[in-house]
């Protein structure tokens, strides 16, 4: 049976300290990540992530035009649920990380709107050692965002570049 990993590392007497994501070793194929909490969308997250996106598709800003659409409303940019659901993956799948290699099979499933809360999971469906990097792994999940009903939204891969134990910089350093 795998053993739970902890969360926190003792320092000290009565003195913990916050761990953060998992190594390379401690992910394990078939292994399946509930991410939580949930995160609920709100119109001005749709509105900013378009202005910083630069995304003028009126769809998403403007309710006038997005009522005459087979929605009737404004659509949340899925670029902002994209970015939502990775970021949701992190604690737990990508917080030991080198870097991110790529992302794979994006499907938009459902659509996704102001109100909406969001919820991700994440299956490892792939590792091996890296060939060029000893003390690093490649790791690959696939990521489903699910809304508040339970109706999927998106799904993707991410392949990954993560650090082994003993040989991230926070195992170098008191940090």
Not at 108 to 133: M, Q
Request: glycine share 8%.
């Amino acid at each position: 049976m795998k053993q739970l990993i902890s969360m926190y590392k003792k320092v000290g007497r009565k003195r913990y300290r916050e761990t953060y994501g998992l190594y390379y070793e401690e992910l394990e194929i078939g292994d399946v990540f509930e991410h939580r909490p949930g995160r609920t969308i709100t119109e001005t997250d749709n509105i900013w992530g378009c202005l910083l996106t630069m995304n003028s598709q009126q769809l998403h800003f403007d309710a006038a035009y997005a009522a005459r659409t087979e929605w009737k409303k404004c659509l949340v940019d899925s670029t902002i649920t994209f970015s939502l659901l990775t970021g949701m993956s992190v604690h737990s799948v990508s917080a030991k990380v080198v870097a991110n290699l790529g992302w794979d099979k994006v499907k938009c499933t459902h659509p996704v709107f102001a109100g909406d809360t969001l919820y991700a999971e994440s299956k490892v469906i792939a590792k091996r050692e890296s060939n060029s990097r000893p003390g690093q792994g490649i790791v690959t999940v696939h990521t489903r965002g699910f809304n508040q009903r339970g109706k999927q939204v998106m799904e993707f891969e991410r392949t990954m570049l993560v650090y082994k134990r003993g040989r991230s910089p926070e195992a170098a350093a008191n940090y």
